[in-house]
């Protein structure tokens, strides 16, 4: 709600669909890892009531939205393919189809889906929302004002022949075959118990497992991502 002198009444933990948990403040501002940077690094205003209505909305209707993709293999047959190396700890997949479509923070949209490997197969850990691959360096959008806090990675290396991430410059220079470019912004929705609830900026890949290990596995299981 709203005072009567227009700011906020914040009312957290804010509750949500996801088994991430509900939506709390101050939303952790762990230093980014190497290669990763806010888009907003001081980012701290408290977020109105509709603000606060706005990201608990983008999480819940994000959770309606991937219940399909649970499955690896209807993730596969709507267009997502694989944009890191498959068979490492987690794999994005995106749909290209929906990077450049002009709709952001879209549900029916999602431009990349997060899948962690388990020990009972792949298992969906995220949404992640980006903003089209000509967005580099723009402002994208925050209905949840710092609730919704977007970043973007500055160290990875793309195949010249079909954008996959190949490999970190922090292992080296990109090797042939491959350019370091910076990423347009993006925003992860989390699905499973990750530290920091569903908004929270990044997890490491070790706690996205862990966090994954504690979902029921779909039936059928998945295969490895």
């Known amino acids: 709600m709203l005072t009567a002198c227009g700011q906020s009444k914040t009312d957290f ?88 479509d002009g709709r952001a923070l879209d549900p029916g949209a999602i431009e990349s889906l997060v899948y962690a490997n388990t020990s009972h197969g792949a298992v969906l850990v995220a949404a992640m929302y980006t903003l089209a691959s000509d967005q580099v360096g723009q402002m994208p959008p925050m209905p949840g004002g710092c609730l919704t806090q977007w970043h973007t990675h500055t160290n990875l290396c793309f195949s010249d022949a079909n954008g996959a991430v190949v490999a970190t410059t922090r292992q080296g220079p990109c090797q042939p075959g491959s350019t370091n470019r910076v990423t347009q912004p993006m925003i992860h929705v989390w699905l499973v118990p990750v530290p920091g609830g569903p908004l929270t900026v990044d997890d490491d890949d070790a706690q996205v497992v862990r966090a994954a290990e504690h979902m ?6 998945n295969t490895m991502a």
Not at 16 to 37: L, Y
Not at 216 to 221: G, I, L
């Open 13 to 100: 933990p804010l509750a949500t669909d996801s088994a991430a948990g509900p939506i709390v403040w101050p939303v952790p501002m762990e230093p980014m890892g190497t290669g990763m940077q806010m888009v907003t690094p001081t980012c701290t205003t408290q977020p109105t009531a509709v603000q606060q209505h706005a990201a608990v909305t983008l999480v819940n209707s994000t959770v309606a939205a991937t219940q399909r993709y649970q499955s690896l293999g209807a993730a596969k047959a709507n267009g997502y393919v694989p944009i890191t190396p498959t068979g490492l700890k987690v794999v994005h997949y995106i749909q290209a189809a929906y990077v450049n």
């Open 216 to 221: 029921s596995p779909p039936v059928p299981r």
